[in-house]
Every structure is written in structure tokens, then in C-alpha cells.
């Protein structure tokens, strides 16, 4: 019994002994894995520690005391500062690179001749200047003149001259002034090839780290021919080759020395120091290019004395101040029509829409403003762009002066648009079935933590949407956009419109934070008197190449204009806009001689920006003033300078034409309070003086109309009928003597015939 029940007790312990087994194995394995990483951390942080202790010990022989410590720590400071300066720099330059991915070489790649709407030559741009001249064959002392001026040391850097900025920053300090510049010629390049002229610490950077790239991806002498090839030199022209036939009617290589100082004295301020314009001034600045040349000592004084004695003087021609910013605007469209495959041919004459007339008139505008009132207002730069009636931009104007910066600020310069951005607010109000007369609440209002107030903090309760456009009512379109819209609806509509530049759709936008162009705001605006149809904004009408053949027509190859808001929408904005003028902040846009005129003007934060957009039945005008460093102008608003600066244009645009009727808008003029003529003598308390503006007209109404009865007539006399068809081909085709004889049926030595008797009568004839 004993043994049956010790055999049962033990087959159940004997069958459970093999997993035991198994799992004690896996058990001692796991144990051992442990202690063979604990062992082994510890001995690899033993051996560690040995290591740094040995480090120490041997460094600990290098151990500075003293002052010597002091200049280690500065030093151990100034790597650790270094570092951190490296990355940061390193991340600024990513954005500077992204420039050169770009086929930058070829972006002159094209030979364009401009005219105006009639026919006339304007300019040029590409390589159509002159041809490149190899940097062997140019003159020497053209190449000293240039080096002794611009960049002294251009062969021992490497695109930074430490040095010649050290230099030029102890030469402004003793001058208390700027007297030297210390960017070297490879930075400037890197400007002309990839920047703009916005005075930013962050475009200087981009500036350092594009030269550095230059000189590693170019010798000197490729960086020496872009740098003569690709600069502005005034009048128009592009390099140095063009400059010296525009100014002295030579080939490059034959330029003399007194010749090419004056044209190296061109690369600082080409408008300034042009000699067609002010010779004086040219002629000054090409004795100090001599005097440079003598102080580098790349000449002596008794070189240069010849070209002193005898300076340069330059071919006699007329002052006729190029378009350059709409050429410039220009040749980014014909470079954007090659890309979109419609152009094929990079030698070509391009007809454009710029009427010389009205841009003359449009920069004497802006000049003027910016000279009797700039200074009061603290305000530097202005642009404009001009659209006729039908999308034809016919004037453009990037700055006050593009001598001193090609930047162009109607194409190029985001800025806040302000509540001259309403437009498409209400726009979408109106696509939405609401109409000037429907009222909303002028009142406080919060949407997610922000609180818009109307500029003089107060609220009207009840208002017409009308009224609230007019006064410019901070809280209706923000109400509109929380409640009825959203903020995606008034983008879309902006975009449909025609501004191109992306928009932000955050809250804000209903008041025009999100930055636009000048030359947006004038195609969207430029949808109201078009009746709410695409403004087709465009400078080109034609591309010929130089053999005659049409290459581009904008009405041949473009769509046709379609509808981007409904008739009802746009009759109720121009009814709303027309009042702006003559009861709302634009008093001072409203023309003279009863034109009807609309538009909205906005300013935005802090005074940074003013503008006015307005239009009538046949132009469209946009209008901004600001300052290229953003700071704040002297409480100038939209319906100041901007809307007085508007009204001098479009005065002047609107002597002898036909007037067209603005879409929707029935009465000859609005009804308010204000009259036209009433206009120039609103004025607000700040303001500088504003005086009234008086200019005469080209033709009297009298003799317009007149012109105009002649015309008519012409259109409906009668042709003339000769007797014979024989005598009447001859007299019209202009023959010789002998064949209208011929003609005749007569000897070439008969008289002619009586003349017939329609023809005399004709001309008897008087007009009514």
C-alpha cells in the first residue's frame, strides 16, 4: 500500500517537474542577462570616469591664472556666442538661397522693344541695351574707374570686405553721416540679380550671404561683367554698354577717360548724376570717380589731369522721363507669357497700354503731393496705378523716384490695405441678397476675444449699410462677416475680383490687415464700372516679332471677361461708392464739372498706410502713401493726400473725352450735401493746408465741341464720285502725270480736263 501510494503520489510531482525545470532555466538565463548589463554599465561608466578624470588631469596643465583667465573666458564666451550665432545665421540664409534656385542667369535671356498705345518707342529692356563686351576688351581705365569707385578691394575678398567696411564705417563717423557705403560691388550684384531695394536688416543679410555664393559659383571677372551688364545707368538704359550709347553715341570700347568716369559715377545714382538730365551734377561726380583713382592709386594725378581739364559732355536729349516702372511690370509679363508657352521668340517688339500722357500727368501728381505736403505729413513714397475702363493699365507709377529705387511699389510692396478693403465685404453683403438700405447694428462687438472699434470710438445704433460704408464703420463689416459670411466668403470674393496676392482669412480680415498691391486694389475696384464683369487687367496688346508677325494679341489669345458679381450686387455698390465722395471720407476725391465719381478710401493701423481707390465710368485710380520702413506717417488718412492726389490725375484724365455713365447709377450726380466744387475746401483739423488746386484745360469746351461736329460729319458725308473710274484711280492712287493723262484719254502734253463737278462742289460745301 505504501508503495501504490508513494508510486500515486509521485507520478503527478514527476510530471510537473519538466516545465519547473524549463522556467528555473529561463529564470538563471534572465539573471544572467541582468547581471551582465548591470556589470556592464557599471564597469563602462568606471572606465568613463577614468577617462574624464585623465582628461581632467591633462587639461588641468593648461589651467590659466591670473588676467590670463579672464581673456580665456571671454574667448571660451565669445565660441559659445559664435555657435549659436552660426546656427541662427545659417537658418537666415536658407531663405537667401532659395533665390538662386531660379534660372537667374537667363533672366535677361530676352531682347524686348516697348511702345506706347500709339506706336512710339518707350524703352527697353533684356539684352537689347547693347551687346555684352567681354571684360578683355573693355577699356582699362574704365575698369580702374569702376573699381576705384565701387569696390577697391574686389580682388583680395571674398564677396564681404571686412576691411572696406570697417573703413567706411570710420569715414560716416567722422562725417557724422553716410559718405561711404560698404557694400562691395559682388553685394550689390547680389542685389540687382535676386533682390529688391527695401531697406530691411533682413534683405542686407540675404545681401551677405548671396555674395558669398556669387564668389563661390563665379570668377571676378563673370561678377565684374554682370555687375556692368545688369545695373540700372539712368535714361533707361540697363549696363554699361547701353549707357555709353545712350549718353555718348559710342561703342563701350571707345569711351575716353573723362567718358568713363562720368559713367562709373553712375552706379550710386543713376537719376541724380545723369548727364541728360543735370550735367553739372555728372560732371562733379566724375571728378571725384578722378579723384578716386588717384587716391587708389591706380593712376596718377598727371593721367587724370586731361580728363579734368576736358570732362565729358553727353549728346543733347529731349527730357522725356521713361515709364520704367510699368517697363519693368511690363517684362515680367512678357517673361510670364514665354513661360505659359503663348510667346516663343525672345527678340520681340512688344506694343503696350501706357498712354505717356496720362503717366506724365500721373507722376507730376504724385511728385507734387509728396513736395508740398510730404513733409507735413512724414510720409516718403507714394504709387498709383491707372486702368482704363476695359482693363488697359495706362499708368503706373512705383515711386517717387526710380533713379533711387527700382523697387516697385505698385506691383511688389504688400501693405495693409485698410478699410479701402471693404469692398469685398460688402460685395459679398450684396451677392448675399442684402442692399444699401438694409440696416444692422452699430455696436460693441466681441468675436473670440476681439473687440474692433470705429475710429472715433463711439456707435451709431441702427444704420443702413449705405451709411455705414460712407462713414466707414469699423464693427458693420466685422458684423457681417461673424454672422452672415464668414471670413473664406469675403477672400473668395477679393480673389474673384481680381487680387491675386493670398489672403489671410482670419478675423481680422474684413478690415484690411491682410496685405495687398496697389495694383490688386485697382484691378478689383476697377470691377464696379466694368458692371460687375472680370476688369482683365492687362499692360500688353500685342508681341510682334521683328519680322512683323503677331505673336501675342491680348483680345485674340485672352477669355473673354466674364461675370464675377451680379448685376444687382454691383448696382448697389456703385450706389453706395458714388456717395463716398461727396458725403462720406473721400470729400476731396469728388472731380470737377459734375463727373460722377466713387471710391472708398483706408488707412490702417497706426497711419502707416493711406489710400484712396476710386473710379468713374471711364478709369479706374488706385492710390497709396506710406513709408518703406512701415513708421507711421502724421495722422494721414485715405481721403487726404491720397484723394486729393487722385483728383489731380483724373481731372486731367478726363479733359475732352467722352464721359462714360458709371453701371447702376441713373441720377448726373448723388444726392448729398456736398457739391464737387465743394470738394478741395473740406478739410480736417491737422491737416497741413490744402490749397486749391487749379490747372487749365488743353482745349476749351467750345473748341471740343466743335471737333466733335466735324468728326461726326466726316462719319456721315458721302463719299466722292468722279465721272470716270478711270480718272478716279488715278487721282486717288497719287500716279504720275502721264498715267492720270492716260487716265484721261489725252496725250501726256494736253491740259487736263474740267475737273467734275461733284468734286468741286464737295468742296464747297460748309459745315453746319
Do not use: C
Amino acid at each position: 500500500m505504501q508503495d501504490e501510494r508513494r508510486q500515486s503520489d509521485e507520478q503527478p510531482n514527476g510530471a510537473s517537474d519538466a516545465p519547473k525545470g524549463k522556467l528555473r532555466k529561463k529564470r538563471h538565463l534572465f539573471l544572467r542577462i541582468d547581471s551582465w548589463i548591470d556589470s556592464t554599465v557599471w564597469n563602462l561608466g568606471f572606465k568613463l570616469t577614468e577617462v574624464w578624470e585623465e582628461i581632467t588631469i591633462f587639461f588641468r596643465r593648461f589651467r590659466v591664472r591670473g588676467w590670463k583667465k579672464l581673456g580665456f573666458e571671454i574667448a571660451g564666451e565669445a565660441m559659445t556666442l559664435g555657435t549659436a550665432g552660426s546656427v541662427v545665421l545659417l537658418a537666415l540664409a536658407l531663405p537667401a538661397f532659395e533665390e538662386t534656385k531660379e534660372d537667374w542667369r537667363n533672366r535677361g535671356d530676352f531682347a524686348v522693344t516697348f511702345l506706347d498705345r500709339y506706336g512710339n518707342v518707350v524703352g527697353h529692356r533684356g539684352i537689347i541695351h547693347e551687346d555684352s563686351v567681354p571684360i578683355d576688351e573693355l577699356p582699362d581705365h574704365l575698369i580702374k574707374a569702376v573699381l576705384a569707385t565701387e569696390d577697391r578691394r574686389f580682388f583680395d575678398h571674398y564677396g564681404i570686405d571686412f576691411i572696406g567696411l570697417g573703413r567706411a564705417l570710420t569715414e560716416n563717423a567722422k562725417a557724422g553721416g553716410v559718405v561711404q557705403g560698404g557694400s562691395t560691388l559682388t553685394q550689390q550684384l547680389a542685389k540687382n540679380l535676386f533682390l529688391t531695394n527695401e531697406r530691411s536688416i533682413e534683405r542686407k543679410i540675404k545681401e551677405a550671404f548671396l555674395a558669398v555664393w556669387l564668389e563661390a559659383n563665379l570668377s571676378k571677372k563673370e561678377i565684374l561683367s554682370y555687375y556692368l551688364d545688369r545695373a540700372y545707368m539712368g535714361g533707361g538704359t540697363f549696363g554699361a554698354a547701353a549707357a555709353a550709347q545712350f549718353y555718348f553715341g559710342k561703342n563701350l570700347t571707345e569711351v575716353s577717360l573723362a567718358e568713363s568716369a562720368m559713367l562709373a559715377g553712375l552706379f550710386k545714382a543713376p537719376a541724380k548724376y545723369a548727364p541728360h538730365v543735370n550735367l553739372p551734377a555728372a560732371r562733379a561726380r566724375a571728378n571725384d570717380v578722378l579723384s578716386n583713382l588717384v587716391q587708389s592709386g591706380l593712376m596718377s594725378e598727371g593721367q587724370v589731369i586731361g580728363a579734368r581739364r576736358n570732362p565729358a559732355t553727353a549728346i543733347d536729349r529731349a527730357d522725356v522721363k521713361a515709364p520704367d516702372y510699368f517697363l519693368d511690370w511690363a517684362f515680367d509679363e512678357v517673361q510670364r507669357l514665354a513661360k505659359q508657352g503663348k510667346i516663343r521668340e525672345h527678340s520681340v517688339v512688344v506694343r503696350t497700354t501706357i498712354d505717356t500722357g496720362l503717366q506724365q500727368a500721373a507722376d507730376a501728381a504724385m511728385e507734387s503731393s509728396l513736395r508740398e505736403f510730404g513733409e507735413g505729413y512724414k510720409v516718403k513714397q507714394g504709387a498709383m496705378v491707372m486702368i482704363e475702363n476695359g482693363g488697359a493699365v495706362r499708368a503706373m507709377v512705383g515711386g517717387r523716384d526710380y533713379g533711387e529705387s527700382q523697387f516697385n511699389r505698385a506691383t511688389k510692396a504688400l501693405r495693409q490695405p485698410g478699410s479701402s478693403f471693404k469692398l469685398y465685404t460688402y460685395s459679398a453683403a450684396m451677392e448675399h441678397g442684402m442692399k444699401p438700405e438694409t440696416t444692422i447694428s452699430d455696436a460693441p462687438i466681441t468675436w473670440r476675444g476681439w473687440s474692433p472699434q470705429n475710429y472715433g470710438r463711439s456707435y451709431k445704433g441702427k444704420v443702413t449699410l449705405l451709411t455705414a460704408m460712407a462713414q466707414s464703420l469699423n464693427t458693420v463689416p466685422v458684423r457681417l462677416a461673424k454672422d452672415v459670411l464668414g471670413t473664406q466668403v469675403i477672400a473668395d470674393t477679393a480673389k474673384a475680383m481680381g487680387v491675386e496676392t493670398p489672403l489671410r482669412t482670419d478675423k481680422t480680415i474684413p478690415l484690411g490687415t491682410s496685405e495687398v498691391t496697389v495694383l490688386d486694389q485697382a484691378t478689383a475696384y476697377a470691377v464696379m464700372p466694368a458692371g460687375g464683369m472680370q476688369s482683365r487687367r492687362h499692360g500688353i496688346e500685342q508681341v510682334l516679332g521683328y519680322g512683323g508677325d503677331v505673336l501675342y494679341d491680348f483680345n485674340r489669345d485672352e477669355a473673354p471677361a466674364h461675370r464675377v458679381l451680379s448685376e444687382q450686387a454691383t448696382s448697389s455698390m456703385n450706389r453706395i461708392l458714388t456717395q463716398i465722395p461727396y458725403i462720406g471720407t473721400a470729400r476731396r476725391a469728388a472731380l470737377d464739372g459734375g463727373i460722377v465719381t466713387a471710391g472708398k478710401t483706408g488707412t490702417s493701423q497706426s497711419y502707416r498706410d493711406a489710400w484712396f481707390i476710386g473710379f468713374t465710368g471711364n478709369y479706374t485710380t488706385a492710390v497709396w502713401f506710406g513709408n518703406d520702413d512701415f513708421t507711421s506717417m502724421n495722422n494721414m488718412t485715405g481721403g487726404a493726400l491720397p484723394a486729393m492726389t487722385f483728383k489731380k490725375l483724373m481731372d486731367y484724365a478726363h479733359q475732352g473725352i467722352e464721359l462714360k455713365p458709371i453701371p447702376g447709377i441713373e441720377n448726373p450726380l448723388p444726392t448729398g450735401k456736398h457739391k464737387p466744387g465743394d470738394a478741395v475746401a473740406e478739410k480736417k483739423e491737422g491737416d497741413p493746408t490744402l490749397m486749391a488746386l487749379t490747372r487749365p484745360r488743353s482745349l476749351s469746351a467750345e473748341s471740343t465741341r466743335v471737333l466733335k461736329q466735324i468728326a461726326q460729319t466726316l462719319k456721315v458725308a458721302a463719299p466722292l464720285v468722279p465721272a470716270t473710274a478711270k480718272v478716279a484711280d488715278a487721282m486717288t492712287t497719287g500716279s504720275t502725270p502721264g498715267a492720270r493723262a492716260a487716265a484721261e484719254g489725252r496725250t501726256d502734253g494736253e491740259k487736263p480736263a474740267r475737273k467734275p463737278a461733284v468734286i468741286r462742289t464737295v468742296r464747297t460745301n460748309t459745315l453746319p
